[in-house]
């Protein structure tokens, strides 16, 4: 009865009038603020609230999508409990564990079921739509990861369910990690799976195959494409990570003993690589090129609320890097470990445990950052993204911790720098960044300041990091807690260094560059993943032939009409004369085009003045 209430078409109608006038009252009165630019859904703002009023309902019904899973898991446990109770020849110790179990289960029951009004509960209505996303509520992790600790006797901890951020719980909840809570320590032995989780005959596990392109780190999942939807690269030769599952509940039991070896498991922890993916809507997608005295060095690409994900590829300190996972028991969901793998059952009897992956997924603004130029050393890369990561949290008055930045594709091959906002909501910063002109020249600046430089004008001017030098007094080596070491970036401690005239070369250019937008804003479409369809357009000048399907990015560009193919990459003089051949001439051309056409290839589409440029029309 309820759902047929909240699913009437003129309940939908009336919120849509009442949603509009809203939004218009908003929006008219942020004009200077809210563009097509930075928000490309208020264009159409009637379409906005007609999408938004007719899926109100399925977000609301999938919000309770968590609770219902979790309370099923409570449920099937005490049923299973309940029958296994009922089996004979059970030795004492198997019906110790089976009276556990069942009290567990009912303590997960109530702790669900619970009816009361305290909105301390983390199941208290309001609370929970705020977690799960539906409701703003920022005081609360979005979205979290639930750790079931057990009660422990009488006078002991209570039952309850712990929360943490998504990507901190796949660490701190990782598979055999020690929890503290209230005096006692717990240890994660079990993930609780959901029936989507799980085959129709429960046997296997419904994972994925993810494939991780080597150039920025971009995710693909299942279907292996072709190029990489975020940077062109191909992915040819790229071996995905098989049975990749999503993890969201885990559960604890007690441990009396923690082991020298436990305590140095804690100590290096787990091994998380941080992938991404943009959104399927290309308007969301802003990109821009970073030039200095015309060389183009530098790429970033913004998108907000981009998919990114964690994955957990095991323990550091594992022997064999190749074997990616942890073991687990299908039928149970229990973690179960090599002899590497201190504090998890090393097996259990009976049942064939199966490798996984564990995977969580958010949305967050996000950008990437790519050099277009020879790769730097990992010193450099290392240097440069923390000290954009701590300037940044200075010229915008963050909160330590607010903007995260991670290595792609990975921490040992740095090809890109991934940014992204970590707190709730975003704090709006990273698109100003990049759409706002001199917000990167002035972290640049302050990123040089914050490392106890001076001179940096001069340095600057004359594009020489041999002109900065330190201030009196700053005791510091290679990075201090003043500059840029932190506690959110400890593991790359080692390698940060800032002396190193790579990343100073880099933060002087970016102090003096030039920002130009990408014309091309549509990454996932082969065609047109250059920009020169869109830029010819723009230019008044003939557009290239369409490109084959598959086309990889830098791929020659035809002009048939013109006899003319246009290359943005070096070609072999083997591919120059099968041109040549064919009646074409060849054009070096950017693989960005830049503000205003090419003066050479001008010339070959027979264009002489700006007026032809303007109308279009090539004259001879």
Same mark, same amino acid.
């Given at each position: 009865?309820?759902?047929?209430?909240?699913?009437?078409?003129?309940?939908?109608? &009336?919120?849509?009038?009442?949603?509009?006038?809203?939004?218009?009252? @908003?929006?008219?009165?942020?004009? &200077?603020?809210?563009?097509?630019?930075?928000? /490309?859904?208020?264009?159409?703002?009637?379409?906005?609230?007609?999408?938004?009023?007719?899926?109100?309902? +399925?977000?609301?019904?999938?919000?309770?999508?968590?609770?219902?899973?979790?309370?099923?898991?409570?449920?099937?446990?005490?049923?299973?409990?309940?029958?296994?109770?009922?089996?004979?020849?059970? =030795?004492?110790?198997?019906?110790?564990?089976?009276?556990?179990?069942?009290?567990?289960?009912?303590?997960?029951?109530?702790?669900?079921?619970?009816?009361?009004?305290?909105?301390?509960?983390?199941? #208290?209505?309001?609370?929970?739509?705020?977690?799960?996303?539906?409701?703003?509520?920022?005081?609360?992790?979005?979205?979290?990861?639930?750790?079931?600790? /057990? &009660?422990?006797?009488?006078?002991?901890?209570?039952?309850?369910?712990? !929360?943490?951020?998504?990507?901190?719980?796949? =660490?701190?909840?990782?598979?055999?990690?020690?929890? #503290?809570?209230?005096?006692?320590?717990?240890?994660?032995?079990?993930?609780?799976? *959901?029936?989507?989780?799980?085959?129709?005959?429960?046997?296997?596990?419904?994972?994925?195959?993810?494939?991780?392109?080597?150039?920025? $780190?971009?995710?693909?999942?299942?279907?292996?494409?072709?190029?990489?939807?975020?940077? $062109?690269? *191909?992915?040819?030769?790229?071996?995905?990570?098989?049975? @990749?599952?999503?993890?969201?509940?885990? +559960?604890?039991?007690?441990?009396?003993? @923690?082991?020298?070896?436990?305590?140095?498991?804690?100590? !290096?922890?787990?091994?998380?690589?941080?992938?991404?993916?943009?959104?399927?809507?290309?308007?969301?997608?802003?990109?821009?090129?970073?030039?200095?005295?015309?060389?183009?060095?530098?790429?970033?690409? #913004?998108?907000?609320?981009?998919?990114? *994900?964690?994955?957990?590829?095991?323990?550091?300190?594992?022997?064999?890097?190749?074997?990616?996972?942890?073991?687990?028991?299908?039928?149970?969901?229990?973690?179960?470990?090599?002899?590497? +793998?201190?504090?998890?059952?090393?097996?259990?009897?009976?049942?064939?445990?199966?490798?996984?992956?564990?995977?969580?997924?958010?949305?967050?603004?996000?950008?990437?950052?790519?050099?277009?130029?020879?790769? /730097? =050393?990992?010193?450099?890369?290392?240097?440069?993204?923390?000290?954009?990561?701590?300037?940044?949290?200075?010229?915008?008055?963050?909160?330590?911790?607010?903007?995260?930045?991670?290595?792609?594709?990975?921490?040992?091959?740095?090809?890109?720098?991934?940014?992204?906002?970590?707190?709730?909501?975003?704090? $709006?910063?990273?698109?100003?960044?990049?759409? +706002?002109?001199?917000?990167?020249?002035?972290?640049?600046?302050?990123?040089?300041?914050?490392?106890?430089?001076?001179?940096?004008?001069?340095?600057?001017?004359?594009?020489?990091?041999?002109?900065?030098?330190?201030?009196?007094?700053?005791?510091?080596?290679?990075?201090?807690?003043?500059?840029?070491?932190? #506690?959110?970036?400890?593991?790359?401690?080692?390698?940060?260094?800032?002396?190193?005239?790579?990343?100073?070369?880099?933060?002087?250019?970016?102090?003096?560059?030039?920002?130009?937008?990408?014309?091309?804003?549509?990454?996932?479409?082969?065609?047109?993943? =250059?920009? %020169?369809?869109?830029?010819?357009?723009? %230019?008044?000048?003939?557009?290239?032939?369409? &490109?084959?399907?598959?086309?990889?990015?830098?791929?020659?560009?035809?002009?048939?009409?013109?006899?003319?193919?246009?290359?943005?990459?070096?070609?072999?003089?083997?591919?120059?004369?099968?041109?040549?051949?064919?009646?074409?001439?060849?054009?070096?051309?950017?693989?960005?085009?830049?503000?205003? /056409?090419?003066?050479?290839?001008?010339?070959?589409?027979?264009?002489?003045?700006?007026?032809?440029?303007?109308?279009?029309?090539?004259?001879?």
């Amino acid at each position: 009865a309820i759902q047929d209430e909240l699913t009437k078409q003129s309940l939908t109608d &009336a919120a849509q009038a009442r949603m509009l006038r809203i939004l218009n009252s @908003i929006l008219d009165s942020k004009e &200077a603020v809210v563009t097509k630019d930075n928000a /490309p859904w208020s264009v159409d703002r009637l379409a906005f609230v007609r999408e938004t009023a007719q899926a109100s309902f +399925e977000e609301f019904n999938k919000a309770f999508d968590r609770w219902r899973e979790l309370y099923r898991g409570a449920a099937e446990q005490l049923a299973s409990a309940n029958r296994r109770s009922e089996m004979r020849g059970l =030795s004492a110790r198997e019906r110790d564990e089976v009276r556990q179990t069942q009290n567990q289960a009912n303590e997960q029951l109530t702790l669900l079921g619970r009816r009361d009004e305290s909105s301390n509960s983390d199941f #208290y209505t309001y609370r929970y739509l705020a977690t799960e996303g539906f409701l703003p509520g920022y005081n609360f992790p979005r979205l979290p990861l639930y750790a079931y600790v /057990p &009660a422990v006797g009488s006078g002991g901890p209570r039952a309850a369910f712990l !929360q943490r951020a998504r990507f901190l719980g796949i =660490s701190e909840f990782g598979p055999g990690s020690l929890i #503290y809570h209230e005096g006692r320590a717990y240890r994660v032995w079990k993930a609780k799976l *959901s029936s989507e989780s799980r085959s129709a005959d429960a046997v296997n596990l419904r994972t994925r195959t993810l494939y991780l392109c080597p150039s920025c $780190g971009g995710a693909h999942e299942d279907a292996k494409p072709e190029l990489c939807h975020a940077c $062109g690269a *191909s992915l040819a030769g790229v071996a995905g990570i098989p049975r @990749i599952l999503r993890i969201d509940n885990v +559960e604890t039991r007690p441990t009396e003993r @923690i082991t020298a070896n436990d305590e140095d498991r804690q100590r !290096q922890g787990f091994d998380i690589q941080t992938v991404f993916r943009w959104p399927t809507n290309a308007l969301d997608l802003t990109s821009v090129i970073a030039s200095d005295s015309g060389a183009q060095f530098a790429r970033f690409d #913004y998108a907000p609320r981009a998919e990114i *994900s964690r994955i957990n590829n095991g323990l550091r300190r594992r022997i064999d890097k190749a074997i990616r996972g942890f073991k687990m028991v299908v039928a149970t969901g229990q973690w179960v470990g090599d002899d590497f +793998e201190a504090g998890l059952d090393p097996t259990v009897e009976g049942r064939h445990p199966e490798r996984v992956v564990p995977i969580v997924h958010d949305r967050k603004n996000l950008a990437i950052l790519r050099l277009l130029e020879a790769p /730097p =050393s990992s010193t450099t890369m290392t240097t440069l993204q923390h000290a954009l990561a701590q300037s940044i949290t200075l010229v915008y008055q963050l909160e330590e911790g607010e903007i995260q930045t991670e290595p792609t594709p990975s921490r040992d091959d740095r090809k890109c720098i991934l940014l992204y906002e970590a707190s709730e909501g975003g704090a $709006g910063v990273l698109s100003r960044l990049i759409k +706002e002109r001199g917000q990167l020249a002035a972290v640049a600046r302050a990123a040089l300041d914050l490392m106890h430089y001076e001179r940096i004008e001069e340095a600057i001017a004359a594009l020489d990091p041999d002109i900065l030098v330190s201030h009196p007094g700053a005791n510091c080596v290679k990075g201090c807690y003043r500059c840029l070491l932190s #506690y959110y970036n400890q593991p790359d401690h080692e390698g940060i260094d800032r002396t190193d005239k790579g990343a100073l070369t880099l933060l002087l250019r970016m102090a003096r560059a030039e920002l130009a937008y990408v014309v091309d804003r549509t990454p996932n479409e082969a065609q047109n993943r =250059s920009g %020169w369809w869109a830029a010819c357009h723009d %230019w008044g000048i003939p557009e290239p032939d369409p &490109a084959e399907e598959g086309a990889e990015e830098g791929a020659p560009l035809l002009w048939q009409r013109w006899a003319l193919v246009g290359c943005s990459k070096t070609i072999s003089p083997e591919q120059a004369a099968a041109f040549e051949s064919r009646g074409l001439t060849v054009v070096e051309l950017p693989l960005i085009p830049g503000q205003t /056409p090419p003066s050479n290839l001008l010339e070959l589409l027979g264009i002489r003045t700006a007026a032809d440029v303007q109308d279009g029309t090539p004259r001879a």
